[in-house]
């Protein structure tokens, strides 16, 4: 098993333990789509990957480019520094009725982000999500436009949001 395999079936093993207490599954879409088990952002590679963990390992069900936050190399660290957080962190909302077309709200600042950063004394921020674009987006081909957020394409969202119940761990890695 690789390094990779190893790290992501243990992280997402012991997340989804606690992840399990408040799961709602997903309404948007009569699709018949697998259901994703967890999710992992790839900064650099600018690739989010949806995942199910199959005999201890896991096995890739959909994957899409994605943009960052404006400042896309980096922690998140403050409000306004234009960063997507990296750590482990769970899907913990939706909005249906987002600007960003749909939204799954993903659960940062966690306790350490936020010790963190009363330890600066900064504002961690918040309201990060996977999104769509907006209604009025004329400019798609730039890249890392969000204050902080995962964007997809609406079509995309579409899916992920269908695949994807509350509770779902999501690791977000450099």
Sequence with gaps: MTDFNRRTVL???????????????????SRSLPMA???????SKRRLGLYRAVDGKPV????????????????????????TPEGTYFID???ERSAYHLSLGISYPDATDMAEA?????????????????ANFRNRFRRDWTAGCISVTNQEIEDIWAMV?????ISIRP
């Design 118 to 134: 009363r330890a600066k004394g900064v504002n961690p921020g918040g309201d990060i999500f996977i999104h769509g674009g907006p």
């Design 60 to 83: 890739l069900l959909r994957s899409y480019d994605i943009d960052l936050g404006f400042t896309p190399r980096g922690d998140k660290a403050e409000v306004g520094d234009g960063r």
């Design 37 to 43: 088990e967890f999710l992992v952002v790839f900064k």
């Design 11 to 29: 992280s997402v093993s012991l997340a989804m333990g606690i992840a399990n207490v408040a799961v709602a599954e997903p309404t948007a879409s």
């Design 165 to 169: 119940p509350l509770g779902t761990p």
């Design 93 to 95: 909302r939706r909005n």
